[in-house]
């Protein structure tokens, strides 16, 4: 069980808070962090990995591939050592798998399990049960998986028999997902021949970078005007490689909005990743007018990053068209807060996937917009944000077991005329641990 979903509901307050300032740098990329995990478990060898994000989620599969089989030790701060057992080298584990709040090491190891002859049980938190787990049965039925059982076909708990001989498919993925697109590449891996993904709209391409850092075959070929076709050769010998995980985007992205709407802030965001395919929030912020500059960029064992200087600035609405959602699909909780304070109306579309994150996102913002005084409406699977240049804020925000929609009305507080708070903040210790001491750190009067 993992800790957040054990520890008691944690209400915090955010208020009203002077200029925010400092440096900092926030904890590893938590889609690297999950896949060195997974990707260093199937490698014969030592994999050495730096900047580690040590959150509840990777926790969960730091565990699950011990139980697989795999040596996994921490020997220091965000350093972790893992000897793998090769491709399709998994061994049955004695207990259930459990990924407590994690739809992303679920899914993953679930792909990565289908290719290996071994039967394993999956469960999470209340949250995680209720997220759908057909998207990856699908794919890995068709190499050759088998689903021994699924609550309601589709949920956890449920129980895969990997395949004894994985066949290598071609899959057009349903939705844009890195999970649905990963899962299949880590199924494939241990089949003979090529297997190959093609997805209408390009999502994060973690998986296929690391694969090919460790040695894998792996050809990106663009498709149409913003999908891709990804061909893996099954079968590779992959060879240990060292792992450096930047700081994730996705976390900078709460004390970032927080220094934009907080007057007279100047806060450094260090060693942020700048993957093509994660920054989408940073587009639309500069869109929006927002002061971020970027100081240092750099690449480091196959990702991009780069350190940015964020000042308090008047932000005006935008329209964010659907197409970018895949590159900022974790950010739209605080970019709806900071739309909340931008002059005029932010449009942003195709919001879909929200539905099915650790809650439904589309609600949780809205109720939370809602509840402190914020003019929005949603149109189909689009959210309509009418901001001001200082929400009001005075309520309590439900946060679902969702630890982005904790982070994003903290943020809200930190600007708002009357406080905000959260039911919850356990949940942050999942992707952000240090979140709270962090934010209070640059200055954010939080309690
Ligand atoms: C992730 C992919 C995204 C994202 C999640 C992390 C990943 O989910 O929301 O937080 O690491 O692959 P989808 O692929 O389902 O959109």
Redesign the pocket.
Known sequence: MSHAAASSPAPLAARRSGALRGRVRVPGD??IS?RALIVGALTVGETRISGLLEGDDVICTSKAMRALGATVERTGEGAWRVHGVGVGGFRAPDSVLDFGNS??GCRLVIGAVAGCPVTATFNGDASLRKRPMRRILDPVELIGARTISATDGGLLPLTLAGARDPIPIAYRTPV?????K?AVLLAGLAAPGETVVVETEA??D?TERLLAHFGAEVKVESDGATGRKITLKGEPELAPAPVVVPADP?SAAFPMVAALLVPGSEVILTDVMTNPLRTGLLTTLREMGADIETLDERTDVGEAMADFRVRSSALRGVEVPASRA?SM??EYPVLAVAASFAEGTTVMRGLK?LRV?ESDRLAAVADGLMANGVAFEIDGDDLIVHGKSRATGGSTVLTHMDHRIAMAFLVMGLASEKPVAIDDASFIATSFPGYVPMLRGLGADLS
């Open positions: 938590k889609s999950h739809g992303t844009p997902s890195a999970q649905i990963s999502s994060r973690h996705s895949p699909i974790d996937e994150k």
